[in-house]
């Protein structure tokens, strides 16, 4: 059986490389000109950038980590801790753990009974019915309720809890406002927090998708290829790229879901075609700002998560890049990745973002010389987030598809490197089973 796969980052990757391990061909389309999708790597004067993603989860990503194992490359990880402290409003700072969320109770401000709800809500959480897999969207849509995150905390946890550990934990993460985010995936986040631990590649999490397609032929990956259409050919279907139409028994469409409903309009209701296209995304900015010398060596944490109750921040979170990821800089250099949140970027230049870049990182860690280089990563559609009701709408796309097409990508759950290899790999095993003798 041959498999096409449209998009190359680790959805589609994790297709491949499922379909390969079957004894199957997999063609992998990838309209960039590398693989790795939203965490591809891009190298800049000695300098590793991650365009995206940062760091995997551990116990909480099981897909990904069996799959690393299962390659002979799960040894290759480089442990991080994630030392953390929030800074907030009078520049008082209190140290945490993101491997360790319930090193947020010891926060000052907040009171005993603050810390109390913190607790009981945990508890109460472990021990009540949820998703197993905080990644798979089908068992997710069981537990949306409609609830957004915000009330939900408000009410379980209180204000303290909310603007001390919800907010930040959940700004650096997915960096829009928590009433726009459903509860079932932050739910069993929390009900598996003792499974976190955190790590990388040694060159960024785009090195993820290298080594799942690291066997396929060459000639069978083709980058630079945006698939333009496809079109059925008998029990069989056509894909078209670069001038070229390409045949194949069964196809995974792993892009973004608004090119996946542009793709399928043809073959699906207007009903899946609009469920794909109400796939919410926000605008996503992210700024790389370099330092040919590391200007704070003796930094006691390695990230910087600014808080209060002043409404909205700029920023969610500040990461010395040269801890997360060593190989990422030159030898005695730094890299400081700044993340925003969406609200502001509205009404901020290109310039705004990357001058507020520079202040917040002189405010977070200490004034510092001119940096090397300022790049800014800015997406107009760069995160999927699951609003309530999210879950629901999307899973039931699933049912809606022709025959021998499948659909990946992290927009099924929740935006993450786990998201898009539990749906590639998904996808891909069901083409398997309904091509079955």
Not at 132 to 155: I, M, V
Not at 293 to 313: H, N, Q, T
Request: hydrophobic share 40%; aromatic share 10%.
């Amino acid at each position: 059986m041959k498999v096409i796969i449209i998009g190359g980052g680790p959805a589609g990757c994790a297709a491949a490389y499922t379909v390969q391990k079957a004894n199957h061909e997999a063609i992998l389309f990838e309209a960039s000109d590398t693989i790795g999708g939203r965490t591809k790597q891009l190298h800049r004067e000695g300098f590793n950038l991650g365009t995206g993603a940062l760091f995997l989860m551990g116990g909480i990503y099981p897909r990904t980590m069996a799959l690393l194992r299962e390659m002979g490359h799960i040894k290759k990880l480089v442990p991080w801790k994630g030392a953390s402290e929030l800074m907030d409003e009078d520049n008082s700072r209190y140290p945490v753990r993101l491997d360790k969320i319930f090193s947020f109770a010891k926060v000052p401000t907040l009171r005993s009974i603050d810390r109390l709800r913190l607790l009981a809500t945990g508890i109460r959480l472990f021990f009540s019915p949820g998703a197993k897999n905080p990644f798979n969207g089908s068992q997710l849509a069981t537990f949306d309720r409609g609830e957004n995150l915000e009330d939900w905390s408000r009410k379980h946890l209180g204000a303290r809890n909310y603007e001390y550990v919800m907010r930040p934990i959940m700004d650096f993460l997915y960096a829009v406002p928590l009433r726009q985010l459903s509860t079932p995936f932050p739910k069993a986040l929390i009900k598996q927090a003792h499974k976190i631990s955190l790590s990388t590649p040694p060159q960024g999490i785009g090195q993820i998708s290298d080594w799942l397609v690291e066997h396929m032929p060459s000639e069978n990956v083709h980058v630079s290829a945006p698939v333009e259409r496809i079109a059925r050919d008998g029990d069989c279907w056509q894909v078209f790229a670069n001038g070229r139409s390409f045949s194949g028994d069964a196809v995974v469409i792993a892009t973004e879901a608004f090119v996946a409903a542009g793709l399928l309009q043809e073959f699906i209701s207007p009903d899946a075609h609009q469920r794909l296209m109400d796939t919410p995304y926000t605008e996503y900015a992210h700024v790389a700002v370099a330092y040919e010398e590391d200007p704070w060596p003796d930094y006691p944490v390695d990230i910087v998560l600014p808080v209060g109750v002043d409404g909205e921040r700029d920023v969610g979170a500040m990461v010395l890049h040269g801890r997360r990821s060593p190989t990422s800089v030159p030898e005695g250099a730094q890299l400081v990745g700044v993340y925003f949140n969406t609200p502001p970027l509205a009404d901020m230049s290109d310039d705004d973002i990357k001058n507020q870049a520079v202040k917040q990182v002189n405010k977070a860690f200490g004034q510092a010389p001119p940096p090397q280089f300022v790049h800014l990563f800015r997406y107009e559609k760069g995160l999927t987030i699951a609003k309530p009701g999210h879950y629901q709408s999307l899973d039931k796309v699933h049912d809606l598809l022709p025959p021998h097409i499948r659909l990946a990508g992290d927009y099924f759950s929740q935006a993450g490197v786990e998201a898009a290899i539990y749906s590639g790999e998904r996808a891909a095993n069901d083409i398997l089973k309904s091509h079955a003798p």
